[in-house]
Structure formats: C-alpha cells, structure tokens
C-alpha cells in the first residue's frame, strides 16, 4: 500500500513517470492484441484446384481459405517444389492464382503460411495421364514369330521376333517353364498361380537388354528349364513357343517349396512438440528369384503412397506437433521358397567370357556394402585364391577359408563394427561371415551378392539372417551360407549331416529373402533426416526420412513374423 502511495506520489511529481507509464502501458495493449490476433489465426485449407490435371503455363487456381489477404512470406508447393515469386498470378484469403512452371511435377499441392501449413490435394500434370484406347484384340494379343538361337544357356541372349510386344516393356514380362519339381503341377499352380510353374526374366539381374513392338532381346534366366516360352503384356498373352534350356555345367534342382505368410510392421508414434513434419517409411518386401518365385502382396494398411516399387512399399504420413497419436503400417505377402540342390560340374564352369554385361561389372564392384576394393581385401583374396582360374574352385577356396579360420558369432554384433574387423578379430556374426565372402569373390572377378532375409525356426519363429550367391556363366546363382557352414546355432526341418559342405551350393527352404545386393535409396527432399537401420534383415541405405523441419516422433520396426505355412509337394 505504501508502495502505490509513493508511485502516485511520483506520477503527480515527474512528467518523465508518467511518460514511462504510458509507453508501458502501451506496449502490453501491443502485445496482447498481437498474441490475440495470432491466436486467431487458422491454418490455411485447401478445398478445390481448378483445374486438378493441367500442362505448364496454363492457370492453376486453389480454392479454399485462410490463405490470408496478401501473399507476404507464404508460398504454394506443388510435388515438394516451391513456387517461385514470378508464378503468382493473384493471392486472397479464399483463393491463389499460379502460372503453373515448365518443370512442374505430379504431386501434392500444399499452402504454406505464418500460421502453418494446408491439408494436400494431388496435382497431376497432363502429359503424365495416359490416354485409353481401345484395342482389337485380333491385333493387340503379342505373337511370336521366331526365337534365334532356339536353344541356349542360362545368361545367354535370346532375339524373340513377333509382334505387339508394345514399343516400351513396362510390366510386360517374357516367361519360360521354370526348373522346379512338382508332384501335383495342377494344385502348385492353383496355390501359387503362372510363377510356380513358370520364371519370368529377372530386372535385377538385368536380363531385359532391348525391347521394341517387334523384336525382343532376352536372357535366360536362372531357374529357366527347357520347355514352353510366352510373351506376356497389358494386352494379353502369345501362344507358347518350345525353347530349349542347355545345362552343359549342369544345374541346380528345385523342391519342397513352402508358402510363408510374412507379416511386417512399423510404428509411427507422433511425441506432440515440434513443427509439422511428413515421413516417409521404405519397407522392405521380398524379391522374385528362382528360389523365391513369389512374393504377393496380400494386405497392406493403410493404403500405400507407391506399391510396386521393385524394392519397397513406400508410405508416407503428414503429423504435426499438436497430435499425438500413433500409427501402425502393416504389410502381409505370400512368400514361396523352394530347397536348392546343387547340380554343378565344377569342370565344366567356364571362366567370365562376357564381361561386358552389366550383371557382371555390377556385382563384382565394390558398394557402400560390400569393401572389395579394399586393400586387406585384395590382399587376403590374393593369398587365398592363388593361381586357380576356375571361378568354382575360387569360390571354394574362399568358403574353405572363412569357415575354418574365422569363428562364428552366434548373436548380432551392435555398435560401432564393420566387416573389416573380421580380418583382425578373427571371429564375427553371419553378416560379416556373408559380406566378407561376398567382397573376397568379387575381389577375385566372381560375380556375387549379399542376401539378406530371416531364418525361419521349427517352430515357426524367426530371426534376421544373412548370406549370398555366386554367379557362374551358363550356369545361374548359386547359394552359398558361410555362418551356417561355420557353425551358427540352426536347426532344419530336414536333418543335414553335414553342414559345411551342404550350405556351400545348397539351400533349405527355410531361408527367407527380403534383399538380394545392396539397394541405393536417393532420398526424396533435399536435408532431410535420414534413418539407416544397421545389420537387418535388408540391405539398403534409407529406411525412413523425415522432412527438415521435424516434429518430435518416435518409430518401431518390428522384425518380420511367420502367420502361416503351407507346404507344397
């Protein structure tokens, strides 16, 4: 009391107290009625684009509200690409005008203001949209004329002359009776559709060399076996021709094939601080191979941004830091996989004369996982291989080796280690057993892969796991598992005697793939936050990516899980 008595006394006595006074006063009037405007402010909300398919340089016009009076700092984004300042034709609070640029993309269509930004609408530039025309299919249906040379060897290149294969190859395959031994054909075909009983040529191992409207041109792929050979398109499919598989290094056998039910999960979990932020998850799904004909997806929540990604299922969510709730993607697939027995002659393999192909320079170079160029590399290579020239016995040689002198670790190794610590450590895990085979048989011109994948128990339960395969010429992949050839705690459904020399050629039909080689992922925005998972079950370098400016969130991959079996005989 006494205080505000001698406050009044000063106001009354000094001009400057109360000048002091007034200016305070005001600038808490200031603030508040800032705080109150900012307040009520809303985000801005996209209702409409008119038109939503449009080509370069035409008028896109976005309907909606809260776009404020005058464009000031805010900005459109069309497919992660900001508007630049010479593209606004007009801005009000309910509508924007743009000049849609020549670089322009299929996306989505975000308002980005002080007060955050839009709900997204899709955008889709005209050009990109296909047109549908319907055809005769007494003149779409591909037909085959001729297959030049009528037989050959798996990895050599086939010329198959017709028509209608379509001037570029899309989702069109070329198949051929697939090397796999049935006792009931009707029922496999039934379970597993065309791919039990037939093998398409293989992207990732670029069988595919030319395709025109007229003329095809196509390896053999691993797994072909001699019988019927079909052109398969949008369109339809070609009569079946008779082509002839020769197997002049012999060749491996497939059986026992049984249908997993994999499931996979991830969880998004949104900490509720922080600015908005879009996620975006790249879940592994399994390859196509000849041990792994198939590989369906058969649920998958929510609906994904790109399904038939080669490597991924990529999704992709929008969270901001006012929610906080938690999201779970869920992906099924119906996965069958087949007991290799190896065939091999190993006098017959012959040494890489077609080195120029892309398979071969490809998988016997050195990648973010796999150190065949380095020096220890090359010098234990060296002195393993010696001056054998067989590409069989090389790779033998190399098994030999890493199984008896290295010892196996029967955990994951965790923290900061790499493959090279094999060299000095002397014993490591069944990635580095798998990716220290791999780079030794590149360092020496064998053509060979990582696999990666999960181990299925007897009783159903799984664990991460990895291995590889060498490619021999005329001959096809050849699996290889040097932790199980060491010594790694397994037990299969069938009892093998001898483990070293069964997993060196050989295969149960326990071994799940999930990557065949490393995958490259070239992240989708520029300073993204990049998320790498270390020695899983598979090999590629981005696993989820979050936007710049990020709100907290938390993430769970859950390792894949078996929800059914079926056997197939």
Not at 12 to 23: I, N
Not at 152 to 178: D, K, L
Not at 273 to 288: A, C, E, K, N
Not at 377 to 394: F, S, W
Request: proline letters at 5%; aromatic letters at 10%.
């Amino acid at each position: 009391m006494k205080s505000l008595k001698l406050y009044v006394q000063l106001l009354k006595k000094y001009p400057l107290a109360r000048l002091l006074t007034l200016a305070g006063v005001l600038v808490l009037v200031f603030a508040f009625t800032s705080f109150a405007r900012r307040s009520s402010r809303k985000r801005p909300e996209i209702v409409s684009l008119a038109p939503p398919v449009s080509s370069p340089g035409e008028i896109l016009t976005i309907h909606g509200e809260n776009f404020g009076s005058e464009r000031s700092d805010s900005f459109v984004e069309i497919a992660g690409s900001r508007i630049t300042a010479s593209g606004y034709e007009s801005w009000s609070d309910s509508q924007i005008r743009i000049v849609l640029p020549q670089t322009v993309q299929d996306g989505l269509v975000t308002v980005h203001t002080a007060s955050g930004k839009s709900n997204p609408s899709f955008f889709a530039k005209q050009s990109g949209i296909p047109v549908a025309v319907r055809q005769n299919p007494r003149t779409s249906v591909p037909v085959i004329r001729s297959i030049e040379p009528a037989s050959a060897e798996p990895g050599e290149t086939i010329v198959i002359t017709g028509a209608n294969f379509g001037n570029v190859r899309a989702s069109s395959q070329v198949y051929f009776s697939a090397n796999r031994s049935y006792t009931n054909p009707a029922a496999a075909q039934k379970l597993t559709g065309q791919a039990g009983v037939y093998v398409s040529a293989n992207e990732m191992d670029f069988d595919y060399e030319y395709w025109s409207d007229s003329e095809l041109h196509v390896r053999v792929p691993d797994g072909a076996a001699t019988g019927s050979l079909y052109v398969q398109t949008a369109n339809g499919m070609s009569r079946n021709q008779l082509f002839t598989v020769e197997y002049k290094s012999g060749r491996s056998s497939y059986s026992s094939s049984r249908v997993y039910v994999v499931q996979v999960n991830a969880d998004i979990e949104n900490r509720g601080q922080g600015q908005d932020s879009r996620i975006t998850l790249y879940i592994p799904r399994p390859p196509v191979c000849a041990s792994q004909p198939v590989a369906n997806l058969t649920e998958v929540a929510p609906e994904p941004l790109i399904k038939n990604d080669l490597h991924d299922i990529i999704q992709q969510i929008d969270i901001s830091g006012g929610q906080g709730d938690k999201q779970r993607f869920s992906q099924v697939f119906a996965v069958e996989v087949y007991a290799v027995t190896s065939g091999i002659d190993s006098r017959n393999v012959k040494r890489y004369s077609d080195r120029q192909r892309l398979l071969y320079s490809m998988f016997t170079s050195s990648d973010s996982c796999v150190p065949s160029s380095n020096p220890s590399i090359i010098q234990l290579e060296q002195a393993v291989v010696g001056r054998e020239k067989n590409p069989y016995r090389q790779a033998k040689l190399i098994y030999d080796y890493i199984i008896e002198n290295f010892s196996v670790y029967q955990e994951v190794r965790a923290g900061n280690v790499t493959v090279l610590d094999l060299l000095d450590q002397k014993y490591g895990d069944a990635y580095d057993f798998a990716l220290m085979f791999t780079a030794l048989c590149r360092a020496a011109g064998i053509p060979a892969l990582p696999v990666s994948g999960i181990l299925v128990e007897d009783n159903a339960t799984t664990r991460n796991h990895w291995w590889a395969e060498v490619y021999f010429e005329g001959y096809g992949w050849f699996p290889v598992d040097p932790a199980l050839g060491a010594g790694l705690n397994f037990t299969p459904q069938q009892e093998i005697p001898n483990k070293a020399e069964f997993y060196f050629g050989n295969m149960d039909n326990q071994h799940i793939i999930f990557s065949r080689g490393w995958t490259q992922i070239k992240p989708s925005h520029l300073n993204s936050k990049i998320v790498y998972r270390q020695r899983t079950y598979a090999l590629q370098s981005v696993w989820e990516e979050a936007s710049d400016s990020t709100v907290n969130y938390s993430s769970l991959w859950n390792n894949p899980t078996i929800i059914g079996i079926e056997q197939i005989h």
